[in-house]
């Protein structure tokens, strides 16, 4: 894939702003209808008993899921079934930007609905650190905050925009990040609005 035109560096980030046209995200939420049909979104627990505000579902051979025993992936979802497969279009992305060799075994799909977040944190329930995690961003902006490898210290902000992909891998694999908040409406891709965010990662 050759570099893209406006490709930013943020902490080791690599923030691909634009990268998918309207036509690909719309086939994307078409696609993430499918998936939201077979496996219905739902609001998991913290291991702390708290529920989160995101909503989430999962498509692939693992779906993440969390509740008071803790986070892990899980081969199946939480209402029972397995999770569906992962869209072709959503692998294409992984296929261009990651690993024509090898596709993710998990697509983790987050709905942020009005005044959902995401605290900082780490991604590090995969076997592998050495494989990046893919994220894709769908309808309303959301407010990425990047820290560091290590918790505490600086951070900083970025918006991400409908279309907008981030690779997330190499020494930036284990850096702190989180969703702040969304930009409630400011975009009508979704019917009823908010924001899709879709993590790709290879999980074991
Ligand atoms: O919504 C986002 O942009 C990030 C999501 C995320 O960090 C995660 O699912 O682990
Ligand atoms: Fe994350």
């Known amino acids: 894939m050759a570099e893209h035109a406006s490709e930013l560096d943020l902490r080791g980030f690599r923030i691909l702003p634009g990268y998918l046209d309207a036509e690909a995200q719309a086939a994307l939420v078409e696609a993430l209808c499918g998936v939201v049909a077979a496996a219905p979104l739902f609001s998991p627990m913290t291991p702390m008993g708290r529920k989160m ?87 309303d902006e959301g407010l990425l905050r990047i820290g560091n490898p290590v918790k505490g210290g600086s951070t900083v902000s970025h918006w991400l925009r409908s279309g907008d992909v981030v690779v997330m891998g190499g020494a930036a694999r284990l850096t702190y990040h989180g969703v702040d908040r969304i930009r409630f409406g400011s975009s009508t891709l979704l019917k009823g609005g908010g924001r899709i965010n879709l993590t790709c990662r290879v999980v074991d």
Not at 81 to 90: D, F, K, L, T
Not at 96 to 123: F, I, K, T
Request: net charge negative; proline share 7%; hydrophobic share 35%.
């Open 53 to 139: 505000s995101v909503r989430m579902t999962s498509a692939g051979r693992y779906g993440w899921v969390s509740d008071r025993s803790g986070y892990r992936y899980a081969a199946a979802h939480p209402e029972g079934g397995p999770w569906p497969a992962i869209p072709a279009c959503v692998l294409r992305i992984w296929r261009d930007l990651v690993s024509a060799e090898r596709d993710p075994d998990c697509c983790l799909v987050n709905y942020y609905g009005e005044g959902a977040r995401m605290g900082l944190h780490q991604d590090r329930d995969e076997a592998d650190f050495d494989w990046p995690v893919l994220s894709i961003s769908l309808g």
